[in-house]
């Protein structure tokens, strides 16, 4: 079942046939029980390149390689049955030539059976998307801030602000126009936003970028408050998963130290009358 109640999995024609139409929800997800959890909920899944920096404690998603994509999509996998699954291309699988980008989403997609990848940037991946597309290689963009260039960006900077807008107008339109089936918008200002959903024709997925796009999306940890590393701004907490894990555990601690745990209900209690009774 997906979350809009059909009884089939959703398709990238069906994300892209929502443009203008209810909200798209998406989530990412690195692992099977969270994929189980996120699914009945989503429309789509996406299996992001931030789980090198949620899950395995990069400082950046640089480092993640397409072994790791390959390994967290085969997990997720195995959770969904309704959501569009997508994984993110690593930093480097994509970029040099877009029959390195054919090779590498092919291998994701035959190894983890997402239905679709996604790649950051804009006008200069727009030959890239045009050549996977062609091919029956689903595709989603992303555009705005692309955490995968944090280093030519000095930082998670918000990005498409006064005269910058024109470029991320463009980097979307493009992206449109090569034929991915939805964009991602990250950390731009609201009537940015607005006028993108506006002029493109696919959906627009915002991350920082105001509800005035077509789906949001968000990723889990952050939502749940799993992860502490840093806060960006645009994140809504709508649990505290961190603190009561926190609580837990040094619950835990506090009664293993004082022979609380294990108490009579978690213990075989049956009295042994002699040494080789046990043995
Ligand atoms: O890697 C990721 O999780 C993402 C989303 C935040 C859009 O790209």
């Known amino acids: 079942m997906s979350a809009t109640g059909g009884s089939r999995a959703l398709t990238p024609p069906d994300i892209a046939a929502r443009k203008g139409k209810a909200p798209l929800v998406c989530l990412t997800a690195y692992t099977t029980p969270v994929a189980k959890l996120v699914d009945g909920h989503c429309d789509v899944v996406l299996v992001g390149d931030s789980v090198g920096m949620v899950l395995h404690g990069m400082p950046s998603t640089l480092g993640v390689t397409l072994e790791m ?11 969904l049955h309704g959501a569009l699954m997508i994984v993110d291309m690593p930093f480097g699988s994509y970029e040099e030539s ?5 090779r590498n989403a092919a291998l994701v997609m035959a190894e983890t059976g997402a239905a679709a990848v996604k790649l950051e940037g804009g006008e200069c ?6 050549f996977l597309t ?18 030519a960006f000095g930082g998670y900077r918000i990005q498409g602000r006064g005269e910058d807008a024109e470029r991320i107008l463009r980097d979307a339109t493009a992206v449109a126009e090569a034929g991915a089936f939805a964009v991602v918008l990250e950390k731009i200002p609201e009537a940015l936003a607005r006028l993108i ?3 493109v024709t696919i ?16 990723v889990v940890d952050d939502m749940l408050g799993l992860f502490g590393a840093f806060r960006p701004s645009f994140v809504k907490r709508y649990a505290e998963l961190g603190s009561a894990a926190d609580a837990a555990i040094a619950a835990y601690a506090s009664e293993v130290r004082e022979r609380r745990f294990p108490a009579l209900d ?9 040494v080789s009774e046990v043995i």
């Open 69 to 79: 994509m390959i390994l967290h999509g085969k997990a997720v996998r195995r959770g």
């Open 98 to 102: 877009p029959t390195q980008a054919f």
């Open 125 to 130: 991946v727009a030959e890239t998307i045009r």
């Open 134 to 151: 062609a091919r029956g290689i689903p595709v989603m963009g992303h555009v705005g801030l692309t955490p995968q260039a944090v280093n």
């Open 197 to 199: 959903t506006e002029q």
């Open 203 to 218: 959906p627009t997925i915002g991350i920082g970028a105001s509800s005035a796009c077509d789906g949001q999306i968000l």
């Open 266 to 274: 978690h213990v075989f209690g049956d009295e042994p009358r002699t």
